[in-house]
């Protein structure tokens, strides 16, 4: 990650506050986005993260680890004969943000405002398929619960494109073509307001470099389940694609920081 990159994404937090879905302009003046995790891939490796979810049917051991820091990066590899436990599906992620050892990890809770903002880089080998491929979700901690917000790569219309979706209600908060931005680092904040019913928000930006792909939000909209909200990375995909699109790849992440707008 070069110094003019990290610039580029520090320069996007400047002023955002009073630009966050939700908040009424007198209290988005008052309130200011308070930086609570900025990990190192090369100084906390997979410490960043509350857990990992590497392989967890043990279907490729030879290959591991699928997940690891490697210089000021996080890959995540991904071949075509993993499994996950549900067999119809691959699954390489880490979830929530952690600061330190032991149990001290950031809990996103019921009217709280979230940013996480982070570069990553999308190989033209991992491509939108026609059945889910999700690179970054929202959940509840635990087994069996939904996703509340997902980010995907998905095939329209024969189009490859990378989306972020409101999952519970299927609202699509915005979509952009996704193979101009194949095999460059981009930009990404999201930002969450945690609210249950129509008490929460969301925003999505994209960026190639200077340039502002995509800014989309959404108010009024159901962004908890129950406990916390918390976010995972990696690639999670479905088998069930029919455009042929499914080979080895690999997605990184970098800079990653996570914001509470107090």
């Known amino acids: 990650m070069s110094t003019t990159r990290r610039n580029l994404l520090g320069a996007a937090l400047g002023g955002a506050a009073a630009a966050t879905v939700g908040l009424p302009a007198s209290t988005a003046h008052?309130?200011?986005?308070?930086?609570?995790?900025?990990?190192?891939?090369?100084?906390?490796?997979?410490?960043?993260f509350e857990t990992i979810e590497d392989d967890r049917a043990d279907s490729h051991t030879s290959a591991a680890p699928h997940i690891y820091a490697t210089g000021d990066?996080?890959?995540?590899?991904?071949?075509?004969?993993?499994?996950?436990?549900?067999?119809?599906?691959?699954?390489?992620?880490?979830t929530g943000l952690r600061n330190g050892s032991g149990g001290?990890?950031?809990?996103?809770?019921?009217?709280?405002t979230w940013r996480v903002t982070y570069s990553m880089y999308i190989p033209s080998s991992l491509k939108a398929t026609t059945s889910f491929t999700h690179i970054m979700q929202m959940k509840?901690?635990?087994?069996?619960?939904s996703p509340v917000v997902v980010q995907s790569l998905r095939r329209v219309n024969g189009v490859q494109t990378i989306e972020l979706k409101q999952f519970t209600d299927d609202i699509l908060i915005?979509?952009?073509?996704?193979?101009?931005?194949?095999?460059?680092?981009?930009?990404?904040?999201?930002?969450?307001k945690v609210g249950n019913g129509s008490a929460g928000s969301l925003r999505w930006i994209l960026k190639n470099g200077s340039t502002t792909v995509i800014d989309k939000s959404r108010t009024g909209i159901d962004t908890f389940l129950a406990d916390r909200v918390r976010p995972k990375w990696g690639i999670y995909r479905s088998l069930g694609d029919t455009s042929g699109s499914l080979q080895n790849c690999y997605l990184l992440l970098s800079n990653?920081?996570?914001?509470?707008?107090?």
Not at 73 to 94: A, C, G, L, P
Not at 104 to 112: D, I, M, R, S
């Open 30 to 48: 008052a309130a200011s986005w308070q930086l609570k995790w900025s990990p190192s891939a090369s100084g906390d490796g997979l410490g960043a």
């Open 174 to 192: 915005g979509r952009t073509d996704l193979e101009p931005l194949h095999d460059r680092w981009i930009d990404v904040d999201f930002q969450i």
């Open 256 to 262: 990653m920081r996570g914001y509470q707008l107090l």
């Open 104 to 112: 001290n990890y950031l809990k996103w809770t019921e009217g709280q």
């Open 140 to 145: 509840q901690p635990g087994t069996g619960s």
């Open 73 to 94: 990066n996080w890959r995540f590899n991904m071949h075509t004969v993993d499994r996950d436990t549900s067999t119809d599906r691959q699954r390489h992620e880490v």
